[in-house]
Nanobody, 124 residues
């Protein structure tokens, strides 16, 4: 079973940028669709972005299209999420996940391994 560890969260002003990373240990990272989800206080966990195992296909939630970019480096077993033009409503705990569905589906139950999350706070 793959182990996932997120990093890169923090406090940023609205309009700023952050890059999240997710390091994978064990398993076969390069064979998984990888995704990012987030959960704000009092809300359900929601899909943010995903990328296919080879990186040739991506999917995004409408709320982040044009602002966030998902990428992966299979040689480094690492997933990334570049977040630009951040808004206060992007504040949440961000989780990376390993799964097997198509990147565009965004279905929570397609992902079998999850990291512990990293907090992103955007101030207005």
């Amino acid at each position: 079973q793959v182990q996932l560890v997120e990093s890169g969260g923090g406090l940023v002003q609205a309009g700023g940028s952050l890059r999240l990373s997710c390091a994978a240990f064990g398993g076969t990272f390069s064979t998984y669709t990888m995704g990012w989800f987030r959960q704000a206080p009092g809300k359900e966990r929601e899909f943010v972005a995903a990328i296919s195992w080879i990186g040739d296909s991506t999917g995004y939630a409408d709320s982040v299209k044009g602002r966030f970019t998902v990428a992966r480096d299979n040689a480094k077993n690492t997933l990334y999420l570049q977040m630009n033009s951040l808004k206060p409503e992007d504040t949440a705990v961000y989780y990376c996940a390993a799964g097997g569905g198509p990147p565009s589906s965004g279905k929570y139950d397609e992902y079998g391994a999850w990291g512990q999350g990293t907090q992103v706070t955007v101030s207005s």
